[in-house]
Nanobody
Framework: QVQVVESGGGLVQAGGSLRLSCAAS????????MGWYRQAPGKQRELVAS??????????NYAEPVKGRFTISRYNTKNTVYLRMNSLKPEDTAVYYC??????????WGQGTQVTVSS
């Protein structure tokens, strides 16, 4: 498990940008894939971006709705994961969480950070 603190969310107009940050603690951070998830009101939490460990090549993967607009990155020396979000749309409105990939029933979630995109 990792403990995480997400930040960087806010209110932005459609077409705007935000950068989310995730500070993680735990010795397993650097050797595991990390991801950003989001949960919109009334919907299940979904994985939108992931990145493998550095030793596994730091390979990124994105859900179709965010491809070409979101960029995930990680800095192991700082135990930090970022999510750069460009060209934001109202449908991107959600609480965003970071955590290990894959998540499981035992995953301990942080409080997340709210992203609200106005039209």
């Amino acid at each position: 498990q990792v403990q995480v603190v997400e930040s960087g969310g806010g209110l932005v107009q459609a077409g705007g940008s935000l950068r989310l940050s995730c500070a993680a603690s735990g010795t397993i951070f650097s050797t595991n894939a990390m991801g950003w998830y989001r949960q919109a009101p009334g919907k299940q939490r979904e994985l939108v971006a992931s990145i493998t460990s550095v030793t596994s090549g730091g390979i990124t993967n994105y859900a179709e709705p965010v491809k070409g607009r979101f960029t995930i990155s990680r800095y192991n020396t700082k135990n930090t994961v970022y999510l750069r979000m460009n060209s934001l749309k109202p449908e991107d409105t959600a609480v965003y969480y970071c955590n290990l990939v894959p998540a499981s029933r035992s995953t301990i979630w942080g409080q997340g950070t709210q992203v609200t995109v106005s039209s």
